[in-house]
């Protein structure tokens, strides 16, 4: 029986046996439909050229549909057209209006395509949910344009629809909008597993992008909770980003995208650095600044007095924090500064660069004014950067450590595990958990360390937590014994720049691994499977995606440029649609040539398990909750003819 209160509750939703069944008929027949297809895609990166590629070209489905529906009737290079449009509308319409004689026919004929491709990928959706996603302006234009059902007695009416677009002078909003919506309808439900900053340009371009998307959820990665942190004004994570982000040259998505003031940095960076060259610390040039371009010199000596600072207030937060335990990570104590060398665990090596005139060698973690100055500044610009904090707050709102959904586990790094594959137990704050306790320990505190700081249980300054999560040989978003940034800044000798993965990184080739951490989290290990991030796959060397006989699948493949040489590929996408679950295999994503056109190639998609029946939505995990509906509704309507409740 269903509790009256709740009953009384839906009433005034459905106020009478009509409304209620009306409902009931209207989920039940949602339940029968094939399951949506779901994308999962981790480490973005910043690179949202290829990204919104991959999400506009649906990972080569689109290109499927249009082989499948135009095959015999277009050729090669006008499907290859027709699919250019869909992913890049705007700029696929400003090449073809200079090279068009009769651009109005264009459009025409290419709104006539585009609504056999829209119907291709809507069939598994209602009327309703389609409706939900068509631009407003033109939802009841391309609502009749989708369903058309008698071709014979309507002809002219399509026709005029279409004409009549053309005439207005509309076409070309029409068509943009329209290919957005087949590429929203391609895509049911996004995941992102990890890792939307660093490296790349523009992430902040993805969380516009993905701020305005139908249905999106994030399980966090390492790069992602080091600028939760810094949203929080932690030092430690602000010189963190920083730092990461002027060795990419990111200046424009730094200052003009996120509004970081780097005016202090640039002028104690300049005056401290003056006559060094700080060769070791040039950015790296994988695009080019539009709007704030800064002098490689300048951004070098920038590089490392933020640098030398995180080494700093790095420091600081391990010695508040014995219980992370990463003393050896305390360097600058180490330093001969007279020599110019240090002592590390297997020995004493030379400085390639050893002119550290911020460092006071009796003191070596303390600040100088100038430094703290300049971070409290920095600190200010984080905390009001308007854009930064919404971002930061929907990645929250939308995100997880970990997530489980339709027989999935998604998370970006690891499960601490010993090296026998027991779940390893981890203290934070005084607390010790392991496995999914862990996990479910850490993502309150990270939310609490964000919006209720006086709540959380974390020792030191807030933000602390999340910087640990970035680098720590604990944290399941690292899955490292350290993270070796001051070696590969200062030494010259790559052996002391390794950084040797846990357990984990082994045991997940086990099958029964594999299942051991499916149980735990709840899910049935024998048909279920994880989804993990973090660790791009170098299928060069002959590595695979596909752990533990195909329980587990990495799907870091390297969609960063920084990434690519060591891996041969440029990311992957996994599909999972009614049928089956794919991997799509992508190569190097080519921006927009000179004339205008696209060049891509289509990514290489391989079914890695085939469903032994076709997957409905009553088998989901939406499919649960609708069928509940579907039972308090029928509760409801018996309380209608019962008398229990009266009709409205």
């Not at 990461?244 to 040259?249: D, E, G, K």
């Not at 060769?279 to 800064?294: A, G, S, W």
């Not at 460092?359 to 070596?364: G, R, T």
């Not at 997530?403 to 998370?411: A, E, F, P, Q, W």
């Amino acid at each position: 029986m269903i509790d009256k209160h709740l009953l009384r509750h839906l009433s005034k939703k459905y106020p009478d046996v009509k409304s209620a069944t009306e409902e009931i008929v209207n989920l039940s027949a949602i339940l029968s439909l094939p399951k949506g297809t779901e994308y999962f895609l981790s480490d973005l990166h910043g690179e949202h050229e290829a990204f919104i590629h991959m999400l506009k070209s649906a990972s080569g489905v689109i290109r499927s549909k249009i082989e499948e529906i135009f095959g015999p009737d277009l050729n090669r290079d006008e499907r290859d057209e027709l699919a250019a449009l869909v992913y890049n509308a705007e700029a696929e319409i400003k090449r073809r209006k200079k090279s068009e004689e009769d651009f109005n026919k264009w459009c025409k004929v290419s709104i006539l395509r585009l609504v056999l491709i829209c119907q291709a990928v809507s069939t598994k959706y209602t009327r309703s949910k389609v409706r939900k996603r068509l631009p407003k302006e033109f939802a009841y234009i391309i609502d009749e344009l989708l369903h058309t059902d008698d071709e014979a007695n309507k002809g002219n009416y399509y026709g005029q629809i279409i004409n009549t677009i053309v005439e207005c002078g509309v076409a070309e909003y029409f068509i943009v909008e329209f290919t957005d919506v087949i590429s929203s309808l391609a895509v049911d439900r996004l995941h992102i597993i990890g890792d939307i900053w660093d490296r790349g340009s523009h992430p902040d371009y993805i969380m516009d992008f993905l701020m305005g998307y139908h249905d999106v959820d994030f399980q966090w990665g390492n790069h992602d909770i080091v600028w939760m942190g810094a949203a929080t004004g932690n030092w430690a994570c602000i010189t963190n980003v920083l730092r990461m982000n002027i060795s990419y040259n990111n200046f424009d998505m730094l200052e003009i995208g996120y509004g970081i003031n780097l005016r202090p940095l640039a002028i104690m960076a300049a005056r401290v650095y003056r006559d060094d060259p700080c060769e070791f610390f040039m950015p790296k040039r994988l695009e080019e600044n539009k709007f704030d371009p800064v002098d490689d010199k300048l951004a070098a000596k920038m590089n490392k007095a933020i640098a030398i600072c995180q080494f700093k207030v790095e420091g600081q937060r391990i010695m508040a924090h014995p219980e992370y335990g990463m003393e050896n990570r305390l360097l600058l104590d180490k330093i001969d500064y007279e020599k110019g060398t240090i002592r590390l665990r297997d020995g004493e090596y030379p400085l390639r660069d050893a002119n550290f005139p911020t460092i006071d060698p009796e003191n070596p973690y303390e600040l100088t004014d100038d430094e703290r100055y300049m971070l409290n500044a920095l600190e200010a610009s984080f905390l009001q950067s308007e854009k930064l904090q919404t971002h930061i707050k929907f990645i929250y709102s939308h995100g997880a450590l970990y997530k489980t959904v339709n027989g999935n586990l998604l998370y970006h790094g690891c499960i601490p595990m010993d090296a026998e594959g027991n779940f390893e137990n981890c203290m934070v704050n005084g607390v010790t958990v392991s496995g999914k306790a862990y996990m479910d320990y850490l993502d309150d505190q990270v939310r609490k360390a964000y919006f209720n700081p006086d709540e959380s249980e974390e020792i030191g300054r807030s933000g602390d937590l999340m910087w640990y999560l970035w680098l720590g040989s604990k944290s399941p978003l690292f899955g490292k014994d350290q993270m070796t940034t001051f070696e590969r800044c200062f030494i010259a000798d790559k052996k002391t720049h390794k950084e040797y993965t846990v357990p984990y990184y082994k045991l997940i080739n086990r099958k029964d691994i594999c299942e051991k951490i499916l149980s735990e989290f709840g899910l049935d290990p024998k048909s279920s499977h994880i989804l993990n991030g973090h660790v791009p796959v170098k299928i060069k060397d002959g590595e695979s995606p596909v752990k533990g006989e195909g329980k587990l699948f990495i799907i870091d493949g390297g969609m960063s440029k920084a990434y690519q040489k060591q891996t041969g590929i440029a990311g992957y996408t996994f599909i999972f649609n009614s049928r089956y679950m794919a991997l799509a295999e992508h190569k190097p994503y080519s921006p927009l040539q000179k004339d205008g056109t696209q060049v891509f190639a289509s990514p290489v998609i391989r079914t890695v398990t085939t469903l032994e029946k076709r997957m409905l939505v009553r088998d989901t995990d939406l499919g649960k909750d609708l069928e509940r509906e579907v039972e308090e509704l029928k509760e409801l309507v018996k309380a209608y003819r019962t008398g229990e409740l009266k009709e409205l």
